[in-house]
C-alpha cells in the first residue's frame, strides 16, 4: 500500500531533550516536506526537500533540522524542543510540485513538550 | 507573503444547504491549485484539483484568474462533509496551504 508513515504517533517529552519524529515514503517521491498544523495557523511549512541530500527552509524553520541521506526517509529533528513546538506535525511527500501533483499526508505525530 | 487566503476559519450550514468555501491566491505564475480535507481523526488527502475539472464527492471548484479566486461549493451539504478544508497552491518547488475552514453540517 503506497502510504507516508511517522513516528511516533504521539509523544511528551520534556524541554531540551533532543528528539526526532522518523517519516517514511514507499512510493519513489522526490519531493518530501515537514508541516506543523496549530489552531487558526493551518499549515505551515518547516521543511522541505527535492532529493536526496538537497533540502531547503520552509516557513517556519527555526528550532528544527532535517536530513534526506535516502530518498524514502526525512526525518526531523528538534535539538533542543521548547513549549512554543508543542503542535501536531504532518509529513508529506509527492513527485515534484507543479501541475496535478498531489501531495500524500502521514498520519500525523502530536508532540508536547513541557 | 501569504500565497493563499481562507477568509473563514469556522463555517456552519445546515444539511442540505448550499456550502461555499473561499479560498483567494496571489501568485504571478500559472497558480497549481488544489483542496484537501482533513476529516476526524485522519490525515489530509486530495479533495481536487483544478487542472482536472472535476467533481468529487459533490464538490466543485473553479479557478478564476480575475479574481484570483477557487472557491469549492457543493449545492447540497451532507453531514458526513464535516471536516478541515485546506486550499493549496504549489509553486515550481513548494506547496503553499491556507489556514484552513473548518466545516461544521447541522443535522
Known amino acids: 500500500e503506497a502510504q507516508v508513515t511517522q513516528n511516533p504517533r504521539y509523544l511528551i517529552t520534556v524541554t531540551g531533550k533532543k528528539l526526532t519524529v522518523t517519516c517514511s515514503q514507499n512510493m519513489n517521491h522526490e519531493y518530501m516536506s515537514w508541516y506543523r498544523q496549530d489552531p487558526g495557523l493551518g499549515l505551515r511549512q518547516i521543511y522541505y526537500?527535492?532529493?536526496?541530500?538537497?533540502?531547503d527552509k520552509g516557513d517556519v524553520p527555526e528550532g528544527y533540522k532535517v536530513s534526506r541521506k535516502e530518498k524514502r526517509n526525512f526525518p526531523l529533528i528538534l535539538e533542543s524542543p521548547s513549549p512554543n513546538q508543542t503542535s501536531l506535525y504532518f509529513c508529506?511527500?509527492?513527485?515534484?510540485?507543479?501541475?496535478?501533483?498531489?501531495?500524500?499526508f502521514g498520519q500525523g505525530t502530536r508532540l508536547t513538550v513541557v | 507573503a501569504q500565497r493563499v487566503t481562507q477568509p473563514e476559519k469556522l463555517l456552519s450550514v445546515f444539511k442540505g444547504a448550499p456550502v461555499e468555501l473561499k479560498c483567494n491566491y496571489s501568485?504571478?505564475?500559472?497558480?497549481?491549485l488544489f483542496w484537501y480535507v482533513q476529516y476526524s481523526r485522519q490525515r489530509l488527502q486530495l479533495l481536487l484539483r483544478h487542472i482536472s475539472r472535476e467533481s468529487i464527492k459533490g464538490f466543485t471548484a473553479d479557478l478564476n484568474k480575475g479574481e484570483t479566486s477557487f472557491h469549492l461549493k457543493k449545492p447540497f451539504a451532507q453531514e458526513e462533509d464535516s471536516a478541515m478544508y485546506y486550499c493549496?497552491?504549489?509553486?515550481?518547488?513548494?506547496?503553499?496551504f491556507g489556514t484552513g475552514t473548518s466545516l461544521t453540517v447541522i443535522p
Open positions: 493549496a497552491l504549489t509553486t515550481g518547488n513548494q506547496f503553499y
Open positions: 526537500s527535492m532529493n536526496v541530500e538537497v533540502t
Open positions: 501568485y504571478s505564475g500559472s497558480p497549481e
Open positions: 508529506a511527500s509527492s513527485f515534484q510540485p507543479g501541475t496535478n501533483t498531489e501531495a500524500f
